[in-house]
């Protein structure tokens, strides 16, 4: 497998290679992935958010477990929060911690998992973080949903002769 360091491309041309051509899903994503910022419309709607950081050595072992494999579960583990809630997930953002042992193609397969997991569940990629980390790898997933007013179920929301 070819072998590209990370510092060849830079952060922004990391990015660029990553995210080149990633399709988004939501109407209510106006700009996703490739700019300072996303640009989202709810439409009226409430905005649920959730956020999950994944940590090599607490969260997940590369030893066994393949980076498409660990970018999919990123994203589903994150998705389940504002389903949780009664929320439609509409979009995600990544934030990255990656010491210089990662190749950009490992990067590229991490993000094949995010990818997938995106189109699968017809969520947006609109955003994220990459940066230098001295050890390991360090994975953020931010969630946005969509839920009408009415329908937020909280953990409190529970009640005797729900069907669960």
Same mark, same amino acid.
């Given at each position: 497998?070819e072998?590209?360091? +990370?510092s060849?491309?830079?952060?922004?041309?990391? /990015?660029r290679?990553l995210t080149?051509?990633?399709?988004?899903?939501q109407?209510?994503?106006?700009?996703?992935v !490739?700019?300072?910022?996303?640009v989202?419309?709810?439409?009226?709607?409430?905005?649920?958010?959730?956020? =999950?950081?994944?940590?090599?050595? %607490?969260?997940? =072992?590369?030893s &066994?477990?393949?980076?498409?494999?660990?970018? &999919?579960?990123?994203?589903?583990v994150n998705?389940?929060?504002?389903?949780?809630?009664?929320?439609?997930p509409t979009? %995600?953002?990544?934030?990255? !911690?990656?010491?210089?042992?990662?190749?950009v193609?490992?990067?590229?397969?991490?993000?094949?998992? +995010?990818?997938?997991?995106c189109?699968?569940?017809?969520?947006d990629?609109?955003?994220g =973080?990459?940066?230098?980390?001295?050890?390991g790898?360090t994975? !953020? /997933?931010?969630?946005v949903?969509?839920?009408?007013?009415?329908? /937020?179920v909280?953990r409190? !929301?529970a009640?005797?002769g729900?069907?669960l």
């Amino acid at each position: 497998m070819e072998r590209t360091e +990370i510092s060849d491309l830079g952060e922004f041309g990391l /990015i660029r290679r990553l995210t080149k051509d990633w399709p988004t899903h939501q109407p209510s994503t106006l700009r996703g992935v !490739g700019d300072d910022a996303a640009v989202l419309d709810p439409g009226g709607q409430r905005v649920v958010m959730s956020t =999950d950081m994944l940590c090599e050595g %607490v969260h997940f =072992d590369l030893s &066994y477990a393949p980076l498409k494999h660990l970018g &999919y579960k990123a994203v589903v583990v994150n998705l389940s929060d504002v389903c949780a809630m009664n929320a439609k997930p509409t979009q %995600v953002v990544v934030g990255l !911690g990656l010491s210089n042992r990662f190749s950009v193609e490992a990067v590229e397969e991490l993000y094949a998992g +995010i990818r997938l997991a995106c189109d699968v569940y017809q969520v947006d990629l609109v955003g994220g =973080d990459t940066t230098s980390s001295p050890a390991g790898l360090t994975l !953020g /997933i931010t969630t946005v949903g969509l839920a009408s007013n009415d329908a /937020i179920v909280g953990r409190d !929301g529970a009640r005797d002769g729900d069907l669960l």
